[in-house]
């Protein structure tokens, strides 16, 4: 061998450890800026509580939105309620570990907590649940501030009285935020306090609307922004806008299903206006919008059993809820995913759409959904639930099967694929997945489930 080959033979794998160092972090470069995300998250708001879905309903800008995006068609809430919700939400994970079972009380006439726990008077276990998000708990504002984002938070926060508000947990701005869960009604005076009080005439949502219109139209910062939008619709009081109760009684709803159909109504046209914002300002192009729901409906869930009430919140029609995301430039346009994910799952999703790079951490039981956004297989595994108001209180989905478990003893089975409205109760026949998913189940309650 000459001196030139040998020097080339040399030469040749430090080239192509190069190249494959450069391919590298081109995967990791995108070819645009960061993208801006906007979050949506809708309280009490059915997964049949859609246009698409239930012709009751008139939702065109959702129905636009799943047309647009991807629609994840078997998306959970761990803990199906409103507070711990809010907390996996934010911090991706599973409220039961952040020892919140329970919704938030408001001890104090202000809404505010002296104690830190609190207990419900028909909770079979009397399980303590905590009264606030702790500061030390990591947000996704937290992590997003880290890589530049400004965070504006509007609406409904239920995790904690004024030391515990979004702007001590990573958001530089709140807008209609206050210590208590929902308002006494969408119409002024809308809360216990004066919170909102310089508006006299104004439906809530709309005023909610209106300051994130106003956000999206006079932002001129050169870092990426992050909206998070937590509507106090569609909880009660079940108030909605006049012109859109009008709207319905016209087409000959009764009172009550008019009033509910209009409170969709106003977050439909909600989403429709923030979307026109968006376009307007010539950010719809670079802007991720995620469209979710804190839990199932108050009322029929139907073809879902179960609601956010009445002793089957772990049935489908409770635990199971509207989840969209529209990524510009990547999402499918009217795309569907039927692989089981859960709310926890949308913090490492947000880093990672924030940092450009994949993510993962041991820290929270949340895994990134970026790959289906990407039209790449999720990687399935079991999904668990926990709440402590009444006799059911865990389950634990994985892959077609469900099991629900009460205190008293009682177990449920269902193919929720094949029996979509759990009527089929697969208990007692034998099955090896009965025997399996029991085990699996006593194994994380006795890994997550605190002890005092």
């Not at 192509?16 to 309280?43: C, E, G, R, W």
């Not at 959702?62 to 996996?88: H, N, Q, W």
């Not at 109504?265 to 719809?284: H, M, Y």
Request: proline fraction near 6%; charge should be negative.
């Amino acid at each position: 061998m000459n001196y030139k080959n040998q020097f080339m033979h040399l030469l040749i794998p430090i080239i192509l450890a190069h190249l494959f160092d450069a391919s590298a972090f081109a995967q990791n470069t995108p070819d645009k800026k960061q993208p801006n995300i906007v979050l949506l998250f809708v309280d009490d708001w059915g997964w049949a509580d859609v246009g698409y879905r239930n012709d009751r309903f008139e939702t065109p800008q959702i129905d636009r939105l799943k047309k647009d995006g991807m629609e994840f068609t078997r998306a959970y809430v761990p803990t199906p309620t409103c507070s711990p919700s809010r907390a996996s939400l934010l911090t991706g994970k599973e409220a039961i570990r952040l020892e919140m079972p329970r919704h938030i009380e408001h001890s104090n006439k202000d809404g505010s907590n002296d104690e830190k726990y609190n207990y419900w008077k028909n909770d079979p276990a009397q399980m303590p649940s905590i009264n606030w998000l702790p500061l030390e708990e990591e947000t996704y504002a937290e992590v997003l501030k880290e890589h530049g984002y400004y965070n504006m938070f509007i609406g409904k926060w239920h995790l904690g009285h004024e030391p515990f508000y979004p702007i001590h947990q990573g958001f530089d701005e709140m807008f209609g935020t206050g210590n208590w869960g929902h308002p006494k009604s969408y119409y002024p005076e809308f809360f216990k306090d004066d919170l909102l009080s310089e508006y006299t005439e104004d439906y809530l949502t709309d005023i909610l609307t209106d300051k994130a219109v106003d956000f999206l139209n006079n932002y001129n910062q050169e870092n990426p922004f992050m909206l998070t939008f937590w509507y106090y619709n569609v909880h009660s009081p079940f108030v909605g806008r006049k012109d859109l109760v009008d709207h319905f009684l016209a087409k000959g709803y009764e009172s009550k299903e008019a009033t509910y159909a209009a409170m969709v109504a106003s977050v439909d046209e909600s989403v429709g206006r923030i979307r026109e914002a968006l376009a307007l300002n010539g950010l719809d192009e670079n802007t991720v919008i995620l469209l979710i729901s804190d839990q199932g409906g108050f009322y029929s869930n139907a073809p879902l059993s179960g609601a956010k009430t009445g002793g089957n919140t772990l049935g489908e029609g409770g635990a199971r809820v509207p989840f969209y995301v529209y990524y510009p430039g990547l999402t499918t346009p009217d795309s569907t995913i039927d692989t089981p994910i859960q709310t926890i799952d949308v913090f490492p999703t947000l880093v990672e759409i924030a940092s450009l790079k994949p993510y993962s951490s041991d820290k929270i039981q949340g895994v990134s959904f970026m790959p289906a956004l990407k039209e790449e297989p999720l990687d399935t595994r079991d999904l668990f639930f926990y709440r402590s108001y009444e006799d059911q209180y865990a389950a634990m989905i994985s892959g077609d099967w469900k099991l629900i478990k009460y205190r008293s003893g009682k177990f449920e089975l269902f193919n929720v694929v094949q029996d979509i409205s759990e009527q089929q109760n697969r208990v007692g026949e034998g099955l090896a997945i009965e025997v399996a998913l029991k085990n699996k189940l006593e194994k994380w309650e006795s890994e997550a489930v605190p002890t005092y």
